[in-house]
């Protein structure tokens, strides 16, 4: 069974920094293309970024409201997925989600985490 | 960037049938996915590739995609039913991932 937890976040203030972590099971993860997602509160989903796996070149893509300021890891070794995003603003407050398609599935994001609810407030 | 257009609400009777349309420029030409989120849960596919349905989906659910409108249909609406629902493609000429902007389907 595919499981995808994600573990950190919490209160940030402006201009600070958050690291979350999304621990995965249940599937070959170096293999698999890994996204976060988020949702602002009473909002609807958004995709901040991609790494894609190492056989694929291992990159990383960004959507516009965070490039520059995100940075999308992976540990296949220990099956695990990062989100570093700096220079927090009130409006990165969201409920942020791992998600993958799993492997050999490139566009959809078939499974998802429980999610964590990150606020970026003073 | 590309944009999918969603109405923000639908509201349907038990028994009947609920479409919700997706618009984009073009759409015809990619593949669209649908998710359905029920309030405080992770959202969860319930049709990919225009009109395939995951395992454990109900046939009930149903897609399908034209010139300029994909639509999710859910025949013989339930009260489970209600629900966020968002459609998402990804945009090959940005490599980027984009959502519509969620439909919320009430059951009367």
């Known amino acids: 069974e595919v499981q995808l937890v994600e573990s950190g976040g919490g209160l940030v203030k402006p201009g600070g920094s958050l690291r979350l972590s999304c621990a995965a099971s249940?599937?070959?993860?170096?293999?698999?293309?890994m996204s976060w997602v988020r949702q602002a509160p009473g909002r609807g989903l958004e995709w901040v970024g991609r790494?894609?796996?190492?056989?694929?070149?291992?990159?990383?893509d960004y959507a516009a409201p965070v490039t520059g300021r995100c940075t999308i890891s992976r540990d296949d070794s220990r099956k695990m997925l990062f989100l570093q995003l700096n220079s927090l603003k009130t409006e990165d407050t969201a409920v942020y989600y791992c998600?993958?398609?799993?492997?050999?599935?490139?566009?959809?994001?078939?499974?998802w985490g429980p999610g964590l609810l990150v606020t970026v407030s003073s | 960037s590309y944009v999918l257009t969603q109405p923000p609400s639908v509201s349907v009777a038990p028994g009947q049938t609920a479409r919700i349309p997706c618009g984009g420029n073009?759409?015809?030409?990619?593949?669209v996915h649908w998710y359905q989120q029920r309030p405080g849960q992770a959202p969860v596919l319930v049709v990919y590739?225009?009109?395939v349905r995951p395992s454990g989906i109900p046939e009930r659910f149903s897609g399908s995609n034209s010139e300029h409108t994909a639509t999710l249909t859910i025949s013989r609406v339930e009260a489970g039913d209600e629900a966020d629902y968002y459609c998402?493609?990804?945009?090959?000429?940005?490599?980027?991932?984009?959502f519509g902007i969620g439909t919320k389907v009430t059951v009367l």
């Open positions: 998600s993958t398609g799993g492997v050999g599935r490139y566009l959809t994001f078939d499974y």
């Open positions: 998402q493609v990804w945009d090959s000429s940005s490599d980027h991932y984009v």
């Open positions: 590739d225009d009109g």
């Open positions: 073009n759409i015809g030409s990619k593949t």
């Open positions: 249940g599937f070959t993860f170096s293999s698999a293309w």
């Open positions: 790494i894609k796996s190492r056989t694929d070149g291992g990159t990383t």
